[in-house]
Nanobody, 115 residues
Framework: QVQLAESGGGLVQAGGSLRLSCAASGTVFSINAMGWYRQGPGKQRELVAGITRSGTTNYADSVKGRFTISRDNAKNTVYLQMNSLESEDTAVYYC?????????WGQGTQVTVSS
């Protein structure tokens, strides 16, 4: 069983920055892709950014150029650096980890951007 621990959420003013972290613990043999999803009020859950084990990244158009996803394979941790935050970025952010066998979800961390 794998458990994901998220951290880094909080309240920030528009134009500010936050850095989210997600560390996988438990029985982790190998991790393929890792990513961040978010769900804002009244919105569908969407993929914000993803990263493969080799480091290939992809981003939602709405965050491209502002967010950066990275990972530390030795620590089974994925990060999301969020810059130039906008009120539209307000959402619960969920970490997702693909271990080739199962996909695991974090508990979610609230990001609130005030304007």
């Amino acid at each position: 069983q794998v458990q994901l621990a998220e951290s880094g959420g909080g309240l920030v003013q528009a134009g500010g920055s936050l850095r989210l972290s997600c560390a996988a613990s438990g029985t982790v043999f190998s991790i393929n892709a890792m990513g961040w999803y978010r769900q804002g009020p009244g919105k569908q859950r969407e993929l914000v950014a993803g990263i493969t084990r080799s480091g290939t990244t992809n981003y939602a158009d709405s965050v491209k150029g502002r967010f950066t996803i990275s990972r530390d394979n030795a620590k089974n941790t994925v990060y999301l650096q969020m810059n130039s935050l906008e009120s539209e970025d307000t959402a619960v952010y969920y970490c997702n980890v693909d271990t080739y066998t199962y996909r695991y979800w974090g508990q979610g961390t609230q990001v609130t951007v005030s304007s």
